[in-house]
Antibody
Framework: QVTLKESGPVLVKPTETLTLTCTVS??????????VSWIRQPPGKALEWLAHIFSNDEKSYSTSLKSRLTISKDTSKSQVVLTMTNMDPVDSATFYCSRIQKAAASAYYYYYMDVWGKGTTVTVSS | SYVLTQPPSVSVAPGQTARITCGGN??????VHWYQQKPGQAPVVVVY???DRPSGIPERFSGSNSGNTATLTISRVEAGDEADYYCQVWHTSSDEWVFGGGTKLTVL
């Protein structure tokens, strides 16, 4: 059974750096074509993709947040870590990690987020 | 950046058909995925690659994608389908995942 679980602080102060961990089970972060993504959702608002990292260590970041984000993985611990610097109250949100699954169409590959964690809520306040 | 436009809300009576649209420039050339999110829960994929359904998702959920509009269709709507629905694509030009703004489905 594939599961992902987010963990991290519930409360951070403005200007601090947020560090979140996604611990996965049921698959390996070294599986070919596999990736893990981070997504956030402010209260009452839409989903916003933040970053992803592939098994070959290829990374992508949201253009609007790229300067503040770093994603990394520890395959031996089955963990993906996201750091977000200079936190602000508007960054308060539920943060989700998800597995990105690779699938084959007739002449190409595509990816989608097939399993999500339950999320962890972070509040930014002094 | 690439923008996906969804109607904020759709309302439908039980047993009727709900159609939720997702507009984007030439979205028909992309692979569109749809996620259902119930209050207090994480999103769940209900349709991927335009029209494929994960195991465990009822056949009542279907998708299509052409031109500038992708559509999630829910047939014979049930009270349990009430949720927020998000479309999503991978935008290769900027190497980013893009979500639509979400549509709240209300079952009357």
């Amino acid at each position: 059974q594939v599961t992902l679980k987010e963990s991290g602080p519930v409360l951070v102060k403005p200007t601090e750096t947020l560090t979140l961990t996604c611990t996965v089970s049921g698959f390996s972060l070294s599986d070919a074509g596999m990736a893990v993504s981070w997504i956030r959702q402010p209260p009452g608002k839409a989903l916003e993709w933040l970053a992803h990292i592939f098994s070959n260590d290829e990374k992508s970041y949201s253009t609007s947040l790229k300067s503040r984000l770093t994603i990394s993985k520890d395959t031996s611990k089955s963990q993906v870590v996201l750091t977000m610097t200079n936190m602000d109250p508007v960054d308060s949100a539920t943060f989700y990690c998800s597995r990105i699954q690779k699938a084959a169409a007739s002449a190409y590959y595509y990816y989608y987020m097939d399993v999500w964690g339950k999320g962890t809520t972070v509040t930014v306040s002094s | 950046s690439y923008v996906l436009t969804q109607p904020p809300s759709v309302s439908v009576a039980p047993g009727q058909t709900a159609r939720i649209t997702c507009g984007g420039n030439n979205i028909g050339s992309k692979s569109v995925h749809w996620y259902q999110q119930k209050p207090g829960q994480a999103p769940v994929v209900v349709v991927y690659h335009d029209s494929d359904r994960p195991s465990g998702i009822p056949e009542r959920f279907s998708g299509s994608n052409s031109g500038n509009t992708a559509t999630l269709t829910i047939s014979r709507v049930e009270a349990g389908d009430e949720a927020d629905y998000y479309c999503q694509v991978w935008h290769t030009s900027s190497d980013e995942w893009v979500f639509g703004g979400g549509t709240k489905l209300t079952v009357l």
